[in-house]
């Protein structure tokens, strides 16, 4: 197992959370295959570099869209100050990964399949998110794949 630490946790120095919490992506190497899971993260250069060539990249993905339209349909958005929106918003984007950022990063990583996880939430319920798939198969030409339980590889 090879490890990176990643772009969720990323602080201003000096703030009281910096250099306290740290995110990683693993990459497992086996007899014949190999597969890298990120977690949490934000674009990031060494994520792309550990994942170089893997066969199956699992990954986190959001929509930041979706997220606010369901924080407005519950008040939630409207409860955060103006500096919370930006602060929210400026994690959302640096911090986790679009889609289309998913099938740049596995564009540029070599991989040969991706397996979205952790999905952000949808407003409709019966949401197969098939619109992820799509939107990173602008950048990626291997096979994407929307997690499910129990899934195998």
Not at 17 to 46: Q, V
Not at 77 to 87: D, T, Y
Not at 94 to 116: D, F, I, S, Y
């Amino acid at each position: 197992m090879t490890a990176v630490e990643n772009t969720h946790f990323r602080f201003e120095p000096g703030t009281p959370p910096y250099g306290k919490y740290k995110s990683f992506s693993y990459r497992f190497d086996t007899l014949g295959r190999s597969f890298l899971f990120t977690g949490d993260t934000g674009w990031s250069d060494a994520v792309i570099d550990l994942a170089k060539g893997a066969d199956v990249l699992v990954t986190e993905v959001t929509d930041t869209d979706d997220v606010i339209g369901l924080m407005k349909r519950n008040g939630a958005w409207q409860a955060k100050s103006e500096s919370e929106q930006e602060g929210w918003l400026r994690h959302m984007h640096e911090e986790h990964v679009t889609p289309e950022e998913v099938g740049r990063l596995a564009a540029q990583a070599g991989v040969k399949t991706v397996v979205m996880t952790h999905l952000s939430p949808s407003s409709d319920p019966n949401d197969d998110f098939t619109r992820y798939a799509i939107a990173a198969k602008k950048h990626f030409s291997g096979s994407v794949l929307i997690a499910k339980d129990l899934m195998k590889f």
